[in-house]
């Protein structure tokens, strides 16, 4: 089988067909059911006279029973998405800091990749224009295994206590009775939460609402490590700033979209790499080390927080460019299974709580919607690996590894290759277990929501724009959630909350 991310066009079709010769368009394959057998007119049923019809056919029954089976389970989160293939390329030297093997070597080196943006809260069916983070998850074919980046379009997320993330999720999504998505369960939970508010900031800009998955840029948001064999280690943050440059809609052309073209950004975003305006972000890194970490004003631990540029750079590093899309959009862009847990040797998770917990939740998310054997889908295989301890269960379609031995066996050793884990000690943690959480809001949370108002201060437009987009939808919510809204903006800027309060209550008296 040719993997699916380096196949040639005339190998493409055989990584999903094992019959290669019903794949090409330019051929006229006979018709068959599933278990080949020819059928001369795919109309016909049988049925007695012109009575019931019969069991027997199982031309019929196959195509029902198949059809019946097409939906698998939608991620319950970033359901609706749209990806394509491409290449990521080495650019600048970071042989000081890594020694990750997608980030070493000559210059100029590629890497196959496959990139899937999202949404996060709606339906597989909703609209791409909603007002909503985007996901902006990348797998990286490196030749020591995939290496996902489970990032956002946002630098930071309304959270940073794990446990909170499915009731998060729930406001955000639709009412248990009514089934009607609901502004007071939104911001009650926003509002009661105020760690979200940088996040909230950010969603509520013009940003929150991207004309083009092709023109945002894309965020680590977590603090993850690159360590070396010695022991030594950097935290990193990744940037991904889209070469096309930002475009958003305003609220308005957003919610004309949404009725107008509701799969715009997928339209998009195909279109642009069908003919050939292959869309590229060049690629970033912020460094710090662990004893600047133990002096950062903030916790580098904290996702609600962002490493301001001034103290910590943007150094390139890379060029990450889509220009192929999918052959079949289920097959390709549905089955793939991006998890932060895909690492490759020189790449750590930091002790992120909520990264941490998605080491978990990803792939186990993949277990449930696409069974176990889900790294077998061509679209989510390693470009190299074998593990042979790793057999049976449902689905398993690439051979089961045949006859090798399904132990450590004596006959048919394995070999090893070092990956530096284990050779040094990274991180020292110690003391008892406790239950954690990362504690009360404070002032400190406030500091950065009120950067980012200074920042849409010096875009034309923008702050009025916030104002407006906020007031609209928090209009729709009880008065008591509303009127705890305004105290959470004016902690960020007393005249943010006045404008916002002024604003919503004259769209709740015109409605
Ligand atoms: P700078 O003042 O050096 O730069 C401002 C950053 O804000 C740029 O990265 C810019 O992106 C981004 N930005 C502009 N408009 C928006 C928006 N509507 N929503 C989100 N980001 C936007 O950044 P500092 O590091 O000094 O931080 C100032 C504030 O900028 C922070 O409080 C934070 O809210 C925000 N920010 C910071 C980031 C970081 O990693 N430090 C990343 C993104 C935002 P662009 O590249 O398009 O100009």
Same mark, same amino acid.
């Given at each position: ?5 380096v ?20 051929e ?81 080196k ?26 902006f ?41 009514t ?18 508010v ?39 943050? @990744? ?73 910590f ?5 890379g ?30 998770? +930091? ?9 978990? +939740? ?14 077998? @889908?061509?679209?989510?295989?390693? @470009? ?19 006859a090798?031995?399904?132990?450590? +066996? ?23 277990a ?55 903006? +004016? ?21």
């Amino acid at each position: 089988m040719v993997h699916p991310a380096v196949a040639t066009d005339g190998e493409r079709g055989a990584a999903y067909m094992h019959v290669e010769s019903t794949y090409h368009y330019d051929e006229k394959p006979t018709y068959t059911t599933t278990s080949g057998y020819p059928i001369d007119d795919p109309k016909k049923y049988q049925r007695v006279g012109n009575g019931p019809l019969l069991l027997q056919d199982f031309h019929l029954i196959d195509l029902l029973a198949n059809f019946d089976r097409e939906r698998i389970p939608e991620r319950v989160v970033h359901a609706k998405g749209a990806g394509a293939y491409g290449e990521f390329e080495l650019t600048h030297d970071i042989s000081d800091l890594t020694t990750i093997d997608m980030l070493t070597g000559p210059i100029g080196k590629k890497t196959p990749l496959l990139t899937r943006f999202s949404t996060v809260g709606g339906e597989k069916g909703s609209a791409d224009t909603a007002r909503d983070p985007r996901g902006f998850a990348t797998k990286f074919y490196t030749q020591e295994g995939n290496w996902d980046w489970v990032f956002n379009n946002t630098p930071v997320f309304f959270l940073r206590d794990p446990t909170n993330f499915p009731t998060f999720i729930h406001t955000q999504k639709r009412n248990p009775q009514t089934n009607l998505k609901d502004a007071t369960m939104f911001w009650d939970y926003l509002s009661t939460h105020q760690e979200s508010v940088h996040q909230v900031m950010t969603l509520f800009s013009d940003r929150g609402t991207p004309a083009s998955f092709r023109k945002m840029h894309g965020y680590s948001g977590h603090t993850y490590k690159f360590t070396k064999p010695d022991g030594s280690f950097v935290y990193v943050q @990744i940037h991904l700033k889209s070469d096309q440059g930002v475009a958003t809609f305003t609220n308005e052309e957003a919610g004309e979209k949404n009725g107008s073209n509701p799969d715009w950004l997928t339209q998009d975003l195909f279109e642009a790499i069908d003919r050939g305006d292959n869309p590229s972000w060049t690629t970033y890194l912020q460094v710090m080390t662990p004893e600047q970490a133990e002096k950062f004003r903030y916790n580098v631990f904290d996702l609600t927080k962002v490493w301001p540029q001034g103290e910590f750079p943007l150094r390139p590093f890379g060029r990450m460019t889509l220009n192929r899309n999918a052959q079949n959009y289920f097959a390709e862009i549905e089955q793939a299974a991006f998890a932060p847990s895909n690492l490759v040797p020189g790449a750590e998770p +930091s002790a992120d709580p909520v990264l941490q917990s998605r080491l978990f +939740s990803y792939a186990d998310t993949h277990r449930h919607r696409l069974g176990g054997n889900f790294h077998q @889908i061509p679209v989510n295989t390693p @470009i190299r690996s074998y593990n042979p301890f790793v057999r049976d269960g449902q689905m398993n379609v690439n051979g089961n590894l045949g006859a090798n031995p399904n132990y450590q +066996s004596s006959y048919r050793p394995l070999t090893y290759k070092p990956n530096g884990l284990g050779t040094a000690s990274h991180e020292k943690w110690t003391g008892e277990a406790t239950w954690a959480v990362f504690g009360d809001v404070t002032d400190l949370d406030f500091e950065q929501p009120a950067g980012l108002w200074k920042v849409l201060g010096k875009q034309p437009g923008q702050q009025d724009n916030f104002v407006h987009n906020v007031a609209g939808h928090l209009s729709g919510a009880k008065k008591d959630t509303r009127e705890r809204t305004y105290g959470m903006f +004016s902690r960020v800027d007393a005249g943010l909350g006045k404008r916002i309060k002024e604003a919503t209550e004259k769209e709740v008296a015109g409605k």
